[in-house]
Every structure is written in structure tokens, then in C-alpha cells.
Nanobody, 114 residues
């Protein structure tokens, strides 16, 4: 499975961005998809995940501001990020899991200016 993320950029606090991640390869085996982020000097942390059946899970820090969704027909997962804060600044990584392995995209930078 290969993951290609896009949509990062520079935005002012209070603004919005939408990240996309397209999966290719043996995609029929994918169960959960999600987004993680890593800020400078910090560990990678979960942002949001979505199961193949649509159930979602969010980090407390993004609840009410971020929305994860997926289009199984397009093998794509999205992260709509609203009311962005400077502390959301990080490299955002797309993730996909199948019963045998864990896959990561290349990361996309999100920078929120105050």
C-alpha cells in the first residue's frame, strides 16, 4: 500500500485547511485509515482515525474542530481542519492499516501563524 498526502500549507490562526490522502496498491485489505502529526521536538501523535465502516476517533485537542472522512470508492481519506491554532503546526502523516501491516505517507507540513 502506498499513501500520497496533499493539502498542507500556511494559514493564519482561525483558518481552515483540508488534507487528502490517496491510497494505492493492495487497497482492498485496508481497514483503518487516519492522520497523525509530529511537531518539532515532539513525538508523533494521533489526530484522527476512521474505520472502514465509518466509525471515527479524535484526539481531544482537535475534537469539534477537525473532521475525518473517507471515500472508499476513491481510496481516499480526508481531514477537514477548521479553527486552526498555532499549536496545530506540525507535519501531518497519513496512515493506513491492514491485518498484516501499518503504512505511512510522506507527510505534509501544516503551519498556522498567530
Amino acid at each position: 500500500v502506498q499513501l500520497q498526502a496533499s493539502g498542507g500549507g500556511l494559514v493564519q490562526a482561525g483558518g481552515s485547511l483540508r488534507l487528502s490522502c490517496v491510497a494505492s496498491g493492495i487497497v482492498f485489505s485496508i481497514n483503518d485509515m487516519g492522520w497523525y502529526r509530529q511537531a518539532p521536538g515532539k513525538q508523533r501523535e494521533l489526530v484522527a482515525t476512521i474505520a472502514s465502516v465509518g466509525s471515527t476517533n479524535y484526539a481531544d485537542s482537535v475534537k469539534g474542530r477537525f473532521t475525518i472522512s473517507r471515500d472508499n470508492a476513491k481510496n481516499t481519506v480526508y481531514l477537514q481542519m477548521n479553527s486552526l491554532k498555532p499549536e496545530d503546526t506540525a507535519v501531518y502523516y497519513c496512515n493506513a492499516k491492514n491485518p498484516w501491516s501499518n503504512f505511512w505517507g510522506q507527510g505534509t507540513q501544516v503551519t498556522v501563524s498567530s
